[in-house]
Structures are given as C-alpha cells and as structure tokens.
C-alpha cells in the first residue's frame, strides 16, 4: 500500500528564513507526488508535481521539492518565507495503477515577522 | 479559483438525516473525485467517477452514496447522518484518467455540521 508520512504537525519560521517540509514516501512502484497548499478556509491547490522527469520540481510562489529515491522523500523548500506562505500544507502520492490521492497529515506552517 | 463548484458551502443538520451536497467539475473535465477531510481522520479519498461510471472507491461508507450524471456534474448523497460525519467534503477533477498524471483540482468545499 502506497502512504506518505510528513514530520512535524507546525514547522514555524521568520519572515525570510528558509521553509522545510518533509515528506516521505512508501510504495512498492515508482510514485506520483504532489505538494498541495490549503489557505483558511479554501480549498486545496496544487504547488508542485513529481512525475518520473526531473527529480528537482519547481512550482509556484516559489517553492521547490527533489525526489530522493534512496531516501524515499519528497520535501518541499522555499529559500525565503514570506507571511503569505502561511498555511496547511499536504504531500500526497498517487501511484499508476490508481487514482486517488493519498495524503499525508499535513504541515502547518506559521511566518513570524 | 479552480473552476470547480460545490454547493452549498455550509450545511448543519440533524442526527439521522440525509444530505446531497453537489459539485460542477471544470469545463471538459471527465474524472470528479470526492474526499472528506476531519480532525481526525484527516483528509480521505472516498470515491471516483470518471464520465458517468464509477471508477474507484476509497474509505466511503455504506451509507455514502455517489453519482456522476450526463453533464458531468456529481453528487455525493450522505445518509443517517452521525455526528462523525461532521467533515469538510471536498469535490475535485481533472480532464482525463491518465493514471495520476492530471492535476486534480479543488473546489472550496461543503463544510457539514451534524448536530
């Protein structure tokens, strides 16, 4: 069974500090990951996508996440935080024999000016 | 905003009762998907539909039932509603089954309240 485990339920850092939030991955064949953000009270967009091509993945507002095979992870980074970054955080896989989106607990991320 | 529309946005009701909550995908959009998201259990897959037909199922109850009609809009119908049941149900889609290749897309959800 395919399953991601993120570490850390808040991860909080300053305004400008570097944003890390880890995923790893289970499955048996090689997985689709993805990175969505929740913002209060919406719903769920897609940051970044991880698709077999290149194993670093840059997507929108600037974050980035490299597949690690040898470390069955997939964590996402931003250089620098900004106060807007605040908000739930989800890694989720899909592998390519299903559908459905398996996510993890989910991150929240607090920016403190 | 994504193009997926789920109505109503809110809905508190009663122990016991039933509730449709109901999603518009994106224009073109085949696949809808929909997936619960509590406290406790976090955010799940309950079911897809891929133009019409069901296509896989997720953790959804028995008493959770689902339809795709011919304009492709969906309908998620929950029933003999407990009070674990309270949940944001979130409605997605993308534009075909490419095996997880398409970016599923979010509508804002219906947050449902059972009293």
């Known amino acids: 069974a395919q399953s991601v485990t993120q570490l850390g339920s808040h991860v909080s850092v300053s305004e400008g500090a570097l944003v890390l939030l880890r995923c790893n991955y289970s499955?048996?064949?090689?997985?689709?990951l993805f990175w969505y953000v929740q913002y209060p009270n919406q719903g769920l967009q897609l940051l970044l996508k991880y698709t077999s091509a290149a194993t670093l993945v840059k997507g929108i507002n600037g974050f980035e996440a490299e597949f690690k095979k040898s470390e069955t992870s997939f964590h996402l980074t931003k250089p620098s935080a900004h106060m807007s970054d605040a908000a739930e955080y989800f890694c989720a896989v899909i592998t390519y024999n299903t559908d459905k989106l398996i996510f993890g607990t989910g991150t929240r991320l607090q920016v403190f000016p | 905003d994504s193009g997926v529309t789920q109505t109503p946005k809110h809905l508190i009701t009663a122990t016991g009762q039933r509730v449709t909550l109901r999603c518009s995908p994106r224009?073109?959009?085949?696949?809808v998907y929909w997936y619960q998201q509590s406290l406790d259990q976090g955010l799940q897959f309950l079911i897809q539909y891929y133009n019409g037909e069901e296509r896989a199922k997720g953790n959804i109850l028995e008493r959770f039932s689902a339809q795709q009609f011919p304009d492709l809009h969906s309908e998620l119908n929950l029933s003999s509603l407990e009070l674990g049941d309270s949940a944001l149900y979130f409605c997605?889609?993308?534009?075909?089954?490419?095996?997880?290749?398409?970016?599923?897309?979010f509508g804002p959800g219906t947050r449902l309240t059972v009293t």
């Open positions: 224009s073109g959009d085949l696949s």
């Open positions: 997605a889609s993308s534009v075909e089954n490419q095996r997880g290749i398409d970016e599923q897309y």
């Open positions: 499955s048996s064949v090689p997985p689709y």
